[in-house]
Nanobody
Framework: QVQLVESGGGLVQPGGSRKLSCAAS????????MGWYRQAPGKQRELVAT???????NYADSAKGRFAISRDNAKNTIYLQMNSLKPEDTAVYYC?????????????WGQGTQVTVSS
C-alpha cells in the first residue's frame, strides 16, 4: 500500500499564497503520475494539477498562471504552490498518486487538506 500525507492547508486571505505538500510512503515498485485534486462543498472532485515522474505538468484552466506543481522524486513528494488565491479556491485538496504496488498500477488518495480563502 502507498500512503499519501498532505500538509500545508489552512486559512489564507484573498490574493495570498499557500504551499501544499504531499509525501508518499509505503512499499512500491514505482510511482508514476502524482497530482492534486480538490473538492468544494456541494461540488464534484476536480483536477487541479498533475505531474509525471519525468516532470511534465498538466493544469486545470482555473490553476494556470496561478498554481505551480513540482516534484522531488528522491523524497516521493510533490508540492503545489498556490498564488493569487481566490475565495473560489476554497476546497479540500487531495493528493493523488498512481503507483505500482503489486502487479498492476493503482490509484491512491490522501485524506485531504482544507484550504479556505477568506478575509
Amino acid at each position: 500500500q502507498v500512503q499519501l500525507v498532505e500538509s500545508g492547508g489552512g486559512l489564507v486571505q484573498p490574493g495570498g499564497s499557500r504551499k501544499l505538500s504531499c509525501a508518499a510512503s509505503g512499499r512500491n515498485f514505482g510511482i508514476d503520475a502524482m497530482g492534486w485534486y480538490r473538492q468544494a462543498p456541494g461540488k464534484q472532485r476536480e483536477l487541479v494539477a498533475t505531474i509525471t515522474s519525468g516532470g511534465s505538468a498538466n493544469y486545470a484552466d482555473s490553476a494556470k498562471g496561478r498554481f505551480a506543481i513540482s516534484r522531488d522524486n528522491a523524497k516521493n513528494t510533490i508540492y503545489l504552490q498556490m498564488n493569487s488565491l481566490k475565495p473560489e479556491d476554497t476546497a479540500v485538496y487531495y493528493c493523488y498518486a498512481r503507483a505500482l504496488v503489486t502487479i498492476a498500477w493503482d490509484d491512491y488518495w490522501g485524506q485531504g487538506t482544507q484550504v479556505t480563502v477568506s478575509s
